[in-house]
């Protein structure tokens, strides 16, 4: 079993910026992908970005490219979004996600997941 709760949401302003974290617990936590989606009112749950294990390779969602960053410290169990310029269309429930099997940038392929945090932007 793998534990995942998430932290740092808020309400920013436009353009501003928020760091949301990960925390994780109960298995190796270096073995495994960890990712970060979105799911809006009404919308599906969306792909926002993935980190392999090592930290080595990183990946994004075309619309976050240039103004996210996903991070990971193995030493911490701990998985980081940086979010940056953000505009309404980021408002939305964010979740972490650990271990996908498959395709990372569809939801049903992952195997864990966060309680969600709430990011909302305001004009």
């Known amino acids: 079993q793998v534990q995942l709760v998430e932290s740092g949401g808020g309400l920013v302003q436009a353009g501003g910026s928020l760091r949301l974290s990960c925390s994780a617990s109960?298995?190796?936590?270096?073995?495994?992908?960890m990712g970060w989606f979105r799911q809006a009112p009404g919308k599906e749950r969306q792909f926002v970005a993935a980190?392999?294990?090592?930290?080595?390779?990183?990946f994004l969602a075309d619309s976050v490219k240039g103004r996210f960053t996903i991070s990971r410290d193995n030493a911490k169990n701990m998985v980081y979004l940086q979010m940056n310029s953000l505009n309404r269309e980021d408002t939305a429930v964010y979740y972490c996600?650990?271990?996908?099997?498959?395709?990372?940038?569809?939801?049903?392929?992952?195997?864990?997941w966060g309680q969600g945090t709430q990011v909302t932007v305001s004009s």
């Open positions: 109960g298995r190796t936590f270096s073995r495994y992908p």
């Open positions: 996600a650990a271990d996908p099997e498959g395709d990372y940038t569809k939801s049903s392929d992952w195997g864990y």
């Open positions: 980190i392999t294990g090592n930290g080595g390779s990183t």
